[in-house]
């Protein structure tokens, strides 16, 4: 970003401030640093518990940080049981729609009959407390089920985003020696059918843990199913089994709720593992706090469950809140760029969270088509993946929240379970930036020794204090948790994030990006975030990814890929163009040794550009691992 822009900001409307859950933020955040313990059981006393905590927190062995010790509890509990008590039971819990138009709604009390049968039918094929049941779903409402089911009866689940390889699968269903599979015969995705059963078929034969699969039909396509393996969902649910009465198990505050796989942008995926206790305390605090919930809110989070997004700001954090929560199936574009726009319109959307990446890919095709719906319903924006730049921001403000909805720009990650540093919406904004950590969070940005580098000046973002909603480990290999967490800051016992970041003098932090995102031309150093920002400024483009690559005098050089706006055509005049503009906006030191264009950048499935294959590919290395990558 520029000086400039961490000079702006966008002050929230008396409206937004009068209704906000939380008024104030600088007292409540130092009592949360002075004494976390009690601030932590005060956010856990708006929860119900089986029993009570014994201690807030034991740090007898850390990193292994276990929250609210002693403590008997289950998500389930909080997320469907507790509200079957009040007039939440008969509140809507889910609107789903289909990509093709087909539309489903389910209460709290539903919602509960539902995950019960899903339950049951669970515990008839052997699914025990301990065990991991694999998911590889179309987001269908039955995702949800699964993954409550499981939850509800002790058993971890691990969510495989639904478009993955067979053999990523396999890797992910062998490296958690899961027995279980749910799938869906398919899904829709742009018009077309996404074939999932045939992908799983394929995936277990290199599976040898793998005994059953439990099938939803979704599109009718037609699918190999074997006897004694393979079932259909609907055929099981019409058997005496399926019981809508299941009792939710009582399990240890830091017992396993879920594995979930890193997006692995670098090295082989981890699978993290998060509890049932402190995961849900925090959650629900933050999803509370900073999206200031209303019983009265129809809130979407239009990322998938098959990434910690939809785990924690989909699924668990607003049923644990007793929200209402929108899911799509498709995509945002299909059949017209307005498809999100009706939908919001169409059920009355209050929150929208989505990652620039969504944003960015809607801003392409003008501003016509959110004007042409009647989005006033919305309230608060949010945005998850990356640092947002400037103008996707400024267009998200503007265009979509018509200037009067702060947008919740929330830096967090696989690791942490819920949001580190974001905005309330009290919080003056400045674009690009995520603000302020949340409360209980001790940020620093260090250099490679720990200390604290001068504000406005690089460094590795570190969280110097234990948190809620952290992993508890790396399933099966604790010394990998160990190692790629814990083991740079060993000394003052902080966690590394991996990410660059800068603190400007109002204390605002500033996400550069992965730490091997940075690209040091001639010894300054230049975020690739920071450099696609002042890319994004220029009319021509949709969307860049900034690599360094080696250069004789530089030591490295900035080389740039470019996705052009559909009015564009790329052209040597266009380059020249784009290499002066980047030299008047960041200085020489970052004018681009080159800029090719591209239909297309390669992803990640959770959206975050694949840098290191453009890198590999510009210099002839191997691909690598690219089992996370984006069709």
């Known amino acids: 970003m520029e000086k400039g822009d961490e000079k702006t900001l966008f002050l929230p409307s008396r409206e937004v401030v009068n209704q906000a859950n939380v008024k104030e ?70 609107i789903w729609e289909g990509e093709p138009g087909d539309s489903r709604t389910y209460s709290y009390h539903a919602l509960n009959r539902e995950v019960s049968q899903f339950a049951n039918i669970l515990k008839s094929m052997g699914v025990k407390k301990g065990d991991v049941v694999t998911i590889y779903m179309p987001q269908i409402p039955e995702q949800l089920f699964a993954m409550l089911a499981c939850a509800k009866i002790g058993a971890a689940h691990s969510v495989v985003y639904g478009g993955f390889s067979h053999e990523a699968l396999a890797d992910r269903i062998n490296d958690a020696n899961s027995r279980v599979v749910i799938t869906a015969d398919g899904g829709y995705r742009r018009g077309k059918v996404v074939e999932m059963k045939s992908v799983v078929n394929k995936a277990m034969e290199l599976s040898p843990t793998m005994e059953i699969c439990i099938t939803v039909k979704r599109t009718g396509i037609d699918v ?100 209402t929560i929108m899911l799509y199936e498709g995509a945002p574009n299909h059949p017209y760029p307005d498809r999100w726009w009706k939908m919001v319109e169409k059920y009355g959307i209050n929150i929208l969270y989505t990652s620039p990446t969504a944003i960015r890919g809607l801003m392409r095709f003008g501003d016509s088509w959110p004007n042409r719906n009647d989005i006033s319903s919305l309230r608060l924006l949010g945005s998850v993946g990356e640092p947002i730049n400037a103008e996707a921001w400024n267009w998200f403000h503007k265009v979509v929240g018509r200037g009067k909805c702060p947008i919740m720009d929330t830096w ?151 996705v052009l706006r559909s009015n564009y055509k790329p052209s040597k005049e266009l380059e020249h163009e784009l290499m002066v503009h980047m030299e008047e906006h960041l200085g020489k030191i970052a004018r681009p040794e080159a800029i090719q264009f591209a239909d297309v950048l390669p992803k990640t499935r959770s959206g975050k550009i694949m840098r290191r294959l453009l890198k590999s590919r510009a210099l002839g290395l191997p691909d690598g691992d690219l089992s996370t990558m984006e069709e």
């Open 412 to 562: 967090w990650q696989t690791e942490t379970g819920g949001f580190v540093i974001a905005p309330l919406p009290i919080t003056p904004l400045k674009p690009g930036s995520a603000t302020k950590p949340f409360f209980g969070n001790d940020l620093a940005v260090v250099d490679d020794a720990g200390k604290e580098v001068p504000n406005g000046e690089e460094g590795t973002l570190v969280i110097k204090t234990p948190w809620p909603g952290m992993a508890k480990s790396v399933f099966n290999d604790p010394q990998r948790f160990i190692e790629t967490y814990w083991e740079k800051y060993k000394k003052q016992g902080w966690y590394h994030t991996g990410d660059s970041a800068k603190k400007d003098e109002d204390g605002y932090f500033w996400i550069i990006g992965r730490n091997d995102d940075v690209i040091k031309v001639s010894g300054y150093r230049l975020g690739s975030a920071e450099i696609e920002g002042v890319m994004a400024r220029h009319p021509a483009i949709a969307e860049s990814a900034a690599i360094a690559l080696p250069h004789p005098l530089k030591g490295n050089a900035i080389h740039i890929t470019a």
């Open 224 to 323: 190999y199913m074997e006897n004694d393996r393979d079932y259909w969902y609907h055929d099981l649910k019409s058997l005496p089994i399926a019981s809508s009465k299941c009792e939710t198990e009582v399990m240890d505050s830091s017992d396993m709720l879920f594995l979930l796989y890193t997006s692995g942008s670098t090295g082989k995926p981890k699978a993290l593992v998060h509890t049932h206790g402190g995961y849900s305390v925090y959650t629900a605090t933050t999803h509370k706090m900073v999206f200031d919930i209303k019983p009265e809110d129809r809130y979407w989070c239009a990322a998938d469950p098959g990434w910690i997004t939809g785990h924690s700001y989909i699924v668990y954090g607003p049923l644990i809140n007793g929200s």
């Open 25 to 94: 933020y600088d007292q409540l955040y130092r009592y949360s640093l002075d004494q976390p313990e009690a601030f932590w059981a005060e956010q856990a006393e708006q929860l119900s518990w089986y029993k009570k905590w014994d201690k807030v927190l034991d740090k007898s062995d850390p990193p292994f940080f276990k929250w609210f010790e002693g403590a008997k509890t289950n998500i389930v509990m909080n997320a469907i049981d507790r509200h079957l008590t009040s007039a939440t039971r008969n509140k809507l819990a889910v």
